[in-house]
Every structure is written in C-alpha cells, then in structure tokens.
C-alpha cells in the first residue's frame, strides 16, 4: 500500500520538463550549446559594430551637418549657409536618422546581453536609450521646419526675408537645445549601463566605472546648459574627456573579446532561477 508520504515523495524526485529561458535553455543547466555560445557571442560583437557606426557617423551628424552652419545671434548669416550648404545640411539629417535607428537596436541588444545582471535595471536602461533615440528622430523636425522657411516657396511671401531668418535661426537653435535633452536620457542610459557592466562579472569592472563616469559628463553638459549656458563650451570639454574614452573602451572589448560566454550562462542560470 502506497502512503501519501511514499506519493509526495515519488513527485519530488520525478524528474520534471526543462523549463525554457527566454534563449531556450534550461535554467538547470550549466553549459551553452555551441550555436547559444555563438548567438549570445553575435550579440555582443553585433553591440560593438554598432557603437562603431556611432563613432563614425555621430560627429558628423551632431557637429558638422546641422550645427556647422550655425551662427549664434546671425540670423542672416545662418541663413545663407543653410542655403549655401543644403546637400550638407541634408546629409547631417540623414546622418542622424541612422544614428536613431542603431540606437533603437542597441537598446534591444544591450538589454538581451545585460538582463541576466538585472532585468529591472537592464529594461529601464534600454527605455532611456529608446526615449534618447525618439528625441533624436523628433529632433528632425527642426531640420524640416528650417529647409521649409528658408525655401523660397511662394506662401512665405507672407514674412519678409528678416522674419524668415529669424525664425530659421529659432529653429536651428532649438535642434541643438534638443540635443542636450536626448544627452539627459543617454546620460541615465549610461549611469545604469555602467553599473550593469560593473556587476556583471562578465565584463572588466574598469569598463563599468569608466562608462558610469560618462555618464556624470552627459548628465553635467545637459543640466549645465538648463542652468548656465554660458558653459557649455567648458562642459563640452568634459564630455569629451569623460565619455569618448569610455564608449571607446567599451567599444572596443565588445569587438576584440565580446562576452565571457561562460560566466554569462552561469549569470543567465542565476537569474532564471529566480
């Protein structure tokens, strides 16, 4: 005769079904197969290649395209380099819509790679980083609104030509306040980046603290120029110090040695466990 005790004890050693991960793999196992070990390796390589193309197209997109003709408080002069650099100004805006679709994607991958250190934290990094690249598409609206003012069509014959300079230096300027609001989400991107790097064990801790120190130099730049524009060329001088080193870093470890495979898979078991 079989005891209820017998019966529960029965179903506790019964071996139960793998429960799938989000990767398709059991949480009880300890190793990756070859084509995970690959696929998690393709993801974080992937993530380097796209910080690459950020380094490669941002400055033109964010320093040359749109803000080369710029000239603060010369309405006219701004004017007439929009119009004598057209196909740059053009290009700048095309430029910064590739920027917005690899930081769409990056978002995804970073929090795939990084969800095993912390879900809560990993998804509240890849929203800032997608909230960072709606700002930067919406972004290209002042673009839009400058070609259209500064076009000659026939319904602007309304504004005289100073009305229509001014309103194309308001908007030109408005692309640059614009970017220093993206440079907020980005620099809380960067703070819990930092942080997930530090702890993952998967990555140096030196790569963490150096991106979590970029983000002390985005957060400075975009606060300084609400409270003092006046130093936004000193606070620029500190993102570039504080934050090209970091990404760079970065960039380059996900390119040259990708992932800890290894010690991700332990990370990734840790937290389906749970």
Known sequence: MTTTSDHDTDLANRPRPASLTATGTDPTRTD??????RSVQSKARTAGLLYLVIFLVG???????????VVSGDAATTAANVVDSETMFRLGMVAESIIFGVEIVMAGLLYVLLRPVSRSISLAAALARFGQAVVQAVNLVTGGIVLALLSGAGYLAAFDTEQLDALGLLFAEMNEF???VWGLFFGFHLAMLGWLVYRSGFWPRVLGALLMAASIGYLAQSYGHLLAPRFDGSLEIVVLVLAVPAELAFTVWLLW?????????????????V
């Open 257 to 273: 040695r990708g992932v800890d495979v290894d010690r991700w898979a332990r990370r990734h078991r840790d937290q389906a466990r």
């Open 178 to 180: 614009l970017i220093m």
């Open 59 to 69: 400055p033109f997109a964010f320093m040359v395209g749109r803000t080369g003709p």
């Open 32 to 37: 990756l197969t070859p084509a995970e070990r």
